[in-house]
């Protein structure tokens, strides 16, 4: 498991994905700290790191990242720490489209 403060590289991303899901990687990113933590097999071992690096709960969301992939493919938001009723969200993916668009943000930002 890694948090990423910096960039990394779609390339280690394939990598990461080669030694577990083979083309896919978890990931849990913090909008508020824009930081993602990456290469676990569940989101909740994420989720658990960034709340122990001082991330709070209700900014983290659980995404998957397709390496091989490009545009709206290369992320998909399923997760099931994103299910939070508290927060209005009631399903496993992110249906807050302002939410959403943070999640892209931080992605861009580290990941090239």
């Known amino acids: 498991m890694t948090i990423i403060y910096k960039i990394i590289t779609t ?3 394939k990598g990461m994905a080669s030694g577990t899901f083979g083309n896919m990687v978890k990931a849990v990113v913090d909008i508020d ?3 993602v933590a ?3 097999e569940l989101h909740s071992d994420l989720e658990a790191l ?11 969301w659980g995404i998957n990242l397709y390496p091989d992939m490009v545009g709206e493919d290369f992320i998909e938001f399923d997760s099931l ?3 939070r009723p508290s927060q209005g ?4 993916g992110v249906e807050d489209e302002d939410v959403r668009n943070e999640i ?3 992605v861009a930002k580290r990941i090239k």
Request: charge should be neutral.
């Open 50 to 60: 960034l709340l122990e690096n001082g991330s709070m709960q209700k900014n983290l």
């Open 89 to 92: 969200n009631r399903g496993r």
């Open 33 to 35: 700290r824009e930081i």
């Open 11 to 13: 390339g280690e991303l």
């Open 104 to 106: 892209l943000h931080v």
């Open 38 to 40: 990456v290469d676990a």
């Open 81 to 83: 720490i994103n299910i």
